[in-house]
């Protein structure tokens, strides 16, 4: 499982950017102000499986349990729908 974690961290690095939050030195000289870009995340499934991702996913270091939206039933028996939208840094 660590070692899952592990990678999941370093692509998680890759796609978003080593410092997403942070502005280097650089970036901060090149460009006053990072554009930065919406990027929505939708989960469907049942409430386990959702809950277990949102969990996964605030285990890794992508995002707090409670950044996502409540749970939405679908319509169809036994699903739900979640959204996390993120800013993220685009170069």
Known sequence: MAQ???SA???LKQFLGEYLDTPTV???T????????PIKHILIGSTKAVTSTIHY?????YAS???WSPLVP??????????LIR????Q
């Open 4 to 6: 899952e974690e592990d």
């Open 9 to 11: 961290q370093s692509k």
């Open 26 to 28: 650089k970036q901060s």
């Open 30 to 37: 090149e460009q006053p102000f990072p554009k930065r870009e």
């Open 57 to 61: 996913l605030q285990v890794i270091g």
């Open 65 to 67: 349990v409670g950044d």
């Open 74 to 83: 679908t319509g169809n028996p036994d699903e739900v729908m979640n959204i």
């Open 87 to 90: 800013q993220i840094l685009m």
